[in-house]
């Protein structure tokens, strides 16, 4: 089973940067892909950005285009950790931030149904 923990949550002033991790461990043929979704009380939880894990592809919601990076670093065959650098944050940006973890399957690259397997999310607050 993958092992996902998420870090680096805060509370930052609008127009801020922040780097959120996520701790991957034990993965064994099950993170083709890996993604970042964040969720507000109330809202459903929407992807921000994806990557293809063995060639380093992108992809990102139009809210965040340009302004957000997703990155990983393999180190070896039981740990990696996977990034989202965080620029000019917005108040919008605030939630609960989660990494996600899932196989190569048909379906939205930013959506929920493509990942198998969740931390228990980061939370990122963004001051006005």
């Known amino acids: 089973q993958v092992q996902l923990v998420e870090s680096g949550g805060d509370s930052v002033q609008a127009g801020g940067s922040l780097r959120l991790s996520c701790s991957v461990s034990?993965?064994?043929?099950?993170?083709?892909?890996m993604a970042w979704f964040r969720q507000v009380p109330g809202k459903k939880r929407e992807g921000v950005a994806a990557?293809?894990?063995?060639?380093?592809?992108?992809?990102?919601?139009d809210p965040v285009k340009g302004r957000f990076s997703i990155s990983q670093d393999n180190q070896d065959n039981d740990h990696a950790t996977l990034y989202l650098e965080m620029n000019s944050l917005k108040y919008e940006d605030a939630g609960m931030y989660y990494c996600?973890?899932?196989?190569?399957?048909?379906?939205?690259?930013?959506?929920?149904?493509?990942?198998?397997?969740w931390g228990q999310g980061t939370r990122v607050t963004v001051a006005s």
């Open positions: 034990r993965y064994i043929g099950s993170r083709d892909y």
């Open positions: 990557i293809t894990v063995s060639t380093g592809v992108t992809w990102y919601a």
């Open positions: 996600a973890a899932g196989p190569r399957r048909a379906g939205y690259i930013l959506g929920e149904s493509r990942y198998d397997y």
